[in-house]
């Protein structure tokens, strides 16, 4: 039996324009470029990486952009709101500089005795930014003064037509549980530090994966034999569960929870330093060992991008 899980190592989402969302998460959020790589499985398109300074896992976010792809749907089996964590005192400092951006804002509103705010990404993916004691250490050079930035995330948000069957797996193993109910929102948390929110809507229709929404939700693992013991627990448990995948920075499983959410299992290490110096993350495209012979062409054919100037 595997351990119960730590929390979020990364959410995955997709954006539309790479350059829209670069700006958008680094210039307005003031997270930092972590890496510039591709997709492993579809190397024409880009896979960027905000975090913290050092990438942690926690405050990992990630998107495929795909430039002129429609939009998605939010619906049912999705994680539909990614929330991120800030100080305490922070909302007003967040709602003026949203505002400034002409981003609409929606709140602050109180939620189980913390103060939110909504809003969306320009491609529509929802957004939260939550006041919270606790949080990682943030990035100090970006644009967002220290005492106000992103210290990662605060919990994801799955939108589900029913919640039953994705709390007992949640509770059944992941180590997770129940945390608070307020009218359709059911709150999971994992005790260290790790939340996750169900939303019950049996009205909505299922969701579809394209720009604005969620691909998926990675849980952290500490090793490989810890990963191992997963795979072999889900398949058990009669979950479809994939191969182990290399994705450089860390190793991969993939299967759906009940409700239809992908969720993927990733090993802490080796981790993003692994390939470039703490320093220098984000600054040149990255590629794995088995894409290097063919840079120049897969170079070419990704859209060019002009990089944060800060770290
Ligand atoms: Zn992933």
Redesign the pocket.
Known sequence: MPHSIPGI????AIAGDPQQNLDFYTGILGLRLVKLTINFDDPGTYHLYYGNENGTPGTIL?FFPWPGAPRGRHGTGQATVVSFAIPAGSVKFWVERLQASQIRVDGPFPRFDEQVLAFADPDGLQLELIETATGFEPWRQGPVPAEHAIRGFHSVTLTEPGCESTAAFLTGGMGFGKAGEASNRFRYSTGAGSTIDLLSAPELRRGMVAVGTV????WRTPDDAEQRAWQHELATRGHDVTAVRD?KY?H?I?FNEPGGVLF?I?TDPPGLTVDEPLDELGRRLMLPPWLEPQRTRIEGALPRLKLPLAG
């Open positions: 190592h990364h959410v995955t990630t691909h998926h939700v990675a994705r860390f991969s993939y993927e990733a």
